[in-house]
């Protein structure tokens, strides 16, 4: 069974530190890409960052590049997702989602969701 399993969300102050994990299972974690999106309420789900475990390559989306910074750990099949500096703007609930090989950025793409990890920022 594929399971995707987001952790790591809460309340923080604007400036503040957050770290997320998705642990990965179910399918080879060496030929996906994971990626991470949020949806906030009442907006469509935006893609923030990929990391692909085929390459090496990642992704950022320009509203949280120098912010967040995406890693892998291959031997325990999970990404995170670091995020500094986090403005209320940020608060949405944050999935993660897997394609095959390569990050596209696109929710379209993804073959795997995760169940989100609800992320809070106070003003």
């Known amino acids: 069974e594929v399971q995707l399993q987001a952790s790591g969300g809460g309340l923080v102050q604007a400036g503040g530190s957050l770290r997320l994990s998705c642990e990965a299972s179910?399918?080879?974690?060496?030929?996906?890409?994971i990626g991470w999106f949020r949806q906030a309420p009442g907006r469509e789900r935006e893609g923030l960052s990929c990391?692909?475990?085929?390459?090496?390559?990642?992704y950022y989306a320009d509203s949280v590049k120098g912010r967040f910074t995406i890693s892998s750990d291959n031997a325990k099949n999970t990404v995170y997702l670091q995020m500094n500096s986090l403005k209320p703007e940020d608060t949405a609930v944050y999935y993660c989602?897997?394609?095959?090989?390569?990050?596209?950025?696109?929710?379209?793409?993804?073959?795997?969701w995760g169940k989100g990890t609800q992320v809070t920022v106070s003003s």
């Open positions: 989602a897997a394609q095959p090989y390569f990050c596209s950025g696109y929710a379209s793409h993804m073959d795997y």
């Open positions: 179910g399918f080879t974690f060496d030929d996906y890409a």
């Open positions: 990391a692909s475990s085929n390459d090496g390559s990642t």
